[in-house]
T-cell receptor
Framework: QKEVEQDPGPLSVPEGAIVSLNCTYS??????FMWYRQYSRKGPELLMYTYSSGNKEDGRFTAQVDKSSKYISLFIRDSQPSDSATYLC????????FGQGTELSVKP | EPEVTQTPSHQVTQMGQEVILRCVPISNHLYFYWYRQILGQKVEFLVSFYNNEISEKSEIFDDQFSVERPDGSNFTLKIRSTKLEDSAMYFC?????????????FGPGTRLTVL
């Protein structure tokens, strides 16, 4: 079983839609959970981080962590074409373990 | 304002040649990380470096790789004899100022092409 699994997509939605991105993981020792956004051939940009279980909101973005299910989510409300990118989940136990990344396309 | 910059942005080299990739922090950092991303694949951890010593390395980080902080500011990743499969984006990362080392800020990356 892979440590972190993420559906690679691609995911295509119309502008204004609510987007749900998800990852599962196997290592119960992970404590920090991150979401990064990456544009082609650029460095990952940290969007949100959450420590342990719970929800965190930042503008149109909401991160959720369910440690009992080993499942994390990122919701994007009122999606915009500028949100089109690859979204990476990452878990931390010192070093970061990344998911495959989900390619998102928001169509005007 | 980025926490780190990386040079060069793109490096083309012949197989068997040595390459040095550089990471320049904006402010003093004790922790550094190197990651790589082969085109179309996930970001993979290579090595972590704390207070001028390697603290952890992955299976990828074999004897062909080395890291240094040669002058107390720049942080380098050296690949001694490049192979075709070393072609990838290489990122350095540091913890965000004032936050846990688990939250890492990535540089823009160096694209390494081995011919």
């Amino acid at each position: 079983q892979k440590e972190v699994e993420q559906d690679p997509g691609p995911l295509s939605v119309p502008e204004g839609a609510i987007v749900s991105l998800n990852c599962t993981y196997s290592n119960s020792a992970f404590q920090y959970f991150m979401w990064y956004r990456q544009y082609s051939r650029k460095g990952p940009e940290l969007l949100m981080y959450t420590y342990s279980s719970g929800n965190k909101e930042d503008g149109r973005f909401t991160a959720q962590v369910d440690k009992s299910s080993k499942y994390i989510s990122l919701f994007i409300r009122d999606s915009q074409p500028s949100d089109s990118a690859t979204y990476l989940c990452a878990m931390s136990g010192g070093k970061l373990i990344f998911g495959q990344g989900t390619e998102l396309s928001v169509k005007p | 304002e980025p926490e780190v910059t990386q040079t060069p942005s793109h490096q083309v080299t012949q197989m068997g040649q040595e390459v040095i990739l550089r990471c320049v922090p904006i402010s003093n950092h004790l922790y550094f990380y190197w990651y790589r991303q082969i085109l179309g694949q996930k970001v993979e951890f290579l090595v972590s470096f704390y207070n001028n010593e390697i603290s952890e390395k992955s299976e990828i980080f074999d004897d062909q790789f080395s890291v240094e902080r040669p002058d107390g500011s720049n942080f380098t990743l050296k690949i001694r004899s490049t192979k075709l499969e070393d072609s990838a984006m290489y990122f350095c990362a540091t913890p965000l100022a004032g936050l846990s080392t688990d939250t890492q800020y990535f540089g823009p990356g160096t694209r390494l092409t081995v011919l």
